[in-house]
């Protein structure tokens, strides 16, 4: 391998790290770090050493005009929220109710538990209400925890409407799907987590490099 390569080839090994992330974005992430190296350049040895991502199969999907999602033109225009779950390496399991500003991309938070009722769900919502302001809607799919009616009663005290996306269609509330995707292979898939407050702690630190460093290719390559 060329000595030139090999630098390059370790740049972008330093950028990857154990995240997944495209071409595009690499280039973007390597020229900034490395202004010398040009996009051709950092495109051939991104190519050449095995770097591309394989390619996803595509599901069927099939169009239903049902709160279909928008890209919203301001801050708090709609947010979305979701679940993740994982489990502690002592086997039991934990949850984490993920909220995500759709204008921007940002992780407004994170909070992970072992148990998430619908009383933790309105809690977590109402503090970050405080802290980010309310927004205009909240999309979400129809699990319990999110049509209780204490949540509606909440949800209509902000004004706010709830957009509740059809059943079996995750892609409706693709914002925070693909927030998930890169919570799970940057995060979850890569670390073991002692405890609660482990699993916390470490949830925390990665909603923070996210909003900092993550480039959206939907906002021109910025971060949150």
């Not at 770097?51 to 599901?59: N, P, V």
């Amino acid at each position: 391998m060329p000595e030139k390569d090999e630098k390059l080839r370790e740049a972008i090994t330093s950028i990857l790290g154990t995240s997944r992330l495209g071409r595009k974005k690499v280039i973007v992430k390597v020229r900034k770090k490395y202004p010398g190296y040009g996009s051709s350049q950092i495109r051939r040895v991104y190519q050449k050493y095995g770097f591309s991502l394989y390619k996803r199969m595509k599901r069927k999907r099939f169009d239903n005009p049902a709160n279909p999602i928008a890209v919203p033109l301001e801050r708090n225009e709609e947010w979305a929220m979701d679940f993740m779950s994982d489990a502690l390496a002592r086997g039991s399991r934990f949850r984490t109710l993920n909220i995500v500003d759709q204008y921007n991309r940002k992780c407004l938070g994170i909070d992970a538990r072992t148990s998430m009722p619908s009383r933790a769900v309105i809690h977590f919502l109402e503090r970050m209400i405080e802290k980010h302001g309310k927004p205009k809607g909240i999309r979400t799919d129809n699990g319990p925890e999110f049509i209780s009616r204490e949540l509606a009663y909440r949800a209509a005290k902000h004004d706010t409407v709830e957009a509740f996306i059809p059943p079996g269609m995750p892609w409706h509330n693709g914002f925070v799907e693909s927030f998930h995707n890169r919570m799970r292979d940057e995060l979850l898939a890569d670390n073991v987590f002692d405890d609660h407050t482990h699993a916390a702690r470490m949830v925390a630190w990665w909603s923070q490099r996210y909003n900092q460093l993550h480039p959206h290719s939907s906002l021109g390559y910025l971060s949150s």
